[in-house]
C-alpha cells in the first residue's frame, strides 16, 4: 500500500463500500425488501463499518482512529451475524450469504490488522501521511 493521503485510499474502506454495494442490492429484492425492520438494520450495519472508518481517518489523531476503527469492526461482525437471520429466513441463498460473510470477515480481518499496526503509534498524534503496509497475509 501506497501513501494514504484520504480515506478513500485506505483498503479496508474500499473493501467496506463493496460489501455495502452487495448488501444493497441483496436487500432490494424479495421478501429481504418486504422486511424493512432487518432491511434498514443490516443497511445501517455494513455502511456503519464503511463510515467508522472515514470518520476515523479525518477525526486525525492515531488514539480516535483506533477507536472508529473499533466500531467498524464490530459492525461488521453485526452484519455477519444479521445475515444469518437473513439466511434463516430464506431471503438470501446459501451462496449470496457466503459471499457477504466472506468478505465482511475478510473486512474484520483487515481493521485488526490495520488497528495493530496503528497501535505502535497509539497516542494523541495527530495522523500522518506516511506509507504504510498494514495488511498481513490472511
Known amino acids: 500500500m501506497g501513501k494514504v493521503e484520504r480515506f478513500e485510499d485506505l483498503e479496508v474502506w474500499k ?3 463493496k460489501l455495502v454495494n452487495k448488501i444493497y442490492r441483496l436487500t432490494g429484492k424479495g421478501e ?3 422486511d424493512f425492520g432487518l432491511k ?10 464503511m463510515n467508522n472508518t ?3 481517518f ?3 489523531t492515531v488514539r480516535q482512529f483506533i477507536d472508529y476503527l473499533g466500531y467498524s469492526k ?9 445475515l444469518y437471520v437473513a439466511l434463516d429466513c430464506r431471503y438470501i441463498t446459501g451462496k449470496e450469504f457466503q459471499e457477504c460473510y466472506d468478505l465482511a470477515k475478510s473486512i474484520s480481518g483487515k481493521i485488526y490488522r490495520f488497528i495493530k ?6 497516542s494523541n498524534d495527530r495522523v500522518k501521511e506516511t506509507d504504510v503496509t498494514y495488511g498481513l497475509p490472511e
Open 117 to 122: 499496526y496503528l497501535e505502535q503509534y497509539n
Open 58 to 60: 479525518e477525526s486525525r
Open 32 to 34: 429481504f425488501d418486504k
Open 15 to 17: 473493501l467496506a463500500r
Open 54 to 56: 472515514s470518520e476515523g
Open 74 to 82: 464490530a459492525s461488521c461482525g453485526e452484519t455477519r451475524s444479521i
Open 40 to 49: 434498514d438494520q443490516i443497511r445501517r450495519s455494513s455502511v456503519s463499518v
